[in-house]
Structures are given as structure tokens and as C-alpha cells.
């Protein structure tokens, strides 16, 4: 963890602004503007981009993927302009969360994985760079974005580690183990080799 400098109520500031900014749901917009309709009614009724590619539309797949990400990075770029690394930590926390438990969609989000991806990118990018490698490896081999995306999550704190930024480390085991809880379905269904693989349309 990082040393706390920043005030309670900065923090509690910058936490609001990320859960904001990360509650934008960039899956719903897309699948709206590119006539999908709801995108909670088509295949696993997901909000993330890889629900949004099982229509077949992959403009907005990849458009979705990139803004889900980018919240996270907003996130946090946006506060390291302003205070010390403690409370751009929370607010890159606080946009992931923002994108799993949205208010405004009765806290039922995504899954977070574009957003942990952009978030890590963003706070230290070879430590993104790797979270992202270990996706596409396990994307590659397995086809199945779910698989790629625990074993990325799983894995952040290690790559934290070994990269030098322990202090990051708490950060990416908080951010895997919400990753995992959302992904409860999933690993039933790829425990059972039921899970769909990526390109599959609902």
C-alpha cells in the first residue's frame, strides 16, 4: 500500500470522482448508438465488451473495450495532476467499482476487466503491459476471455511485485478478488467446459 498524505475528505473526493466517472456505461452506449438494443437482454446480459462482440458488431466491441478501459486511466491520470499517490490509488479503485456496481444501473455492472486493465496501465504501465500480455496468452491458447481474464487478475499482484511496485500489490489483490467474484458464473461454467469462447454470439 502507499503511504496515506492525502486528507480523509480529498480522499473521499477523488473516490467519488472515480466511482463516477467508472459508472459510465460505455457498453450501453455503444450498443444504443449502434442499434443492438439492451445489451442486458443478449447473451450472458453482460455490459462488457465482450457481450457487446457476441452480436456480431465488433466496431462496437472494440469501441466499448476502449472506453471501459479509458475510465480507469482517467481516473487515475486525472488525479495524479492534482494529489499524491495514495488518493490516485483510490481513485483508480473507485472507477473499477464504479464499472462493476453503477448506481445508476442498480449496482449490476460489468465484470471490470477493461477497467483493471486501463486502471493498471495507467498507474504504472509495465505493470499493464504484463496484466495485458497474460490476457492475450491465455486469449490465444484457451479462447476464452473469461480464463484469460482471472488468470491476468490472479497473476497482478505477482507481476507487481516483480516489477518492483509493492506498493501496488494490495491494490491488484483487492481489484482480483472482485474480478473473481464477478467471475463466480463463469468459473462454475468453465469448471463444467460450458463457458463460450471468444467470437461466440449469444
Not at 439492451?38 to 462488457?48: A, E, T
Not at 477497467?115 to 500480455?133: E, H, K, N, Q, R
Amino acid at each position: 500500500m502507499p503511504e496515506i498524505v492525502t486528507s480523509l475528505p480529498v480522499l473521499g473526493l477523488w473516490a467519488l470522482i472515480g466511482y463516477l466517472v467508472g459508472s459510465v456505461s460505455a457498453g450501453l452506449v455503444m450498443a444504443r448508438l449502434f442499434g443492438l438494443g439492451d445489451l442486458r437482454r443478449i447473451g450472458s446480459g453482460n455490459i462488457g465488451a465482450t457481450n457487446v462482440l457476441r452480436t456480431g458488431n465488433r466496431p462496437a466491441a472494440a469501441l466499448t473495450l476502449a472506453l471501459d478501459a479509458g475510465k480507469g486511466a482517467i481516473a487515475v491520470l486525472l488525479a495524479r495532476a492534482f494529489v499524491a499517490g495514495d488518493a490516485v490509488q483510490l481513485a483508480g479503485l473507485a472507477a473499477f467499482l464504479g464499472h462493476c456496481f453503477p448506481v445508476w444501473l442498480g449496482f449490476r455492472g460489468g465484470k471490470g476487466v477493461a477497467t483493471f486493465l486501463g486502471t493498471l496501465l495507467a498507474l504504472f504501465w509495465p505493470l499493464g503491459l504484463a496484466a495485458c500480455a497474460t490476457w492475450a496468452v491465455m486469449a490465444a491458447v484457451f479462447r476464452i476471455s473469461s480464463l484469460s481474464a482471472l488468470v491476468a487478475a490472479v497473476l497482478a499482484p505477482l507481476w507487481a511485485v516483480l516489477l518492483g511496485r509493492v506498493d501496488l500489490a494490495m491494490l491488484c489483490v483487492v481489484l482480483a478478488a472482485v474480478i473473481l467474484l464477478r467471475h463466480a458464473d463463469n468459473i462454475g461454467r468453465i469448471l463444467k467446459g460450458t463457458e463460450k469462447r471468444i467470437g461466440d454470439k449469444s
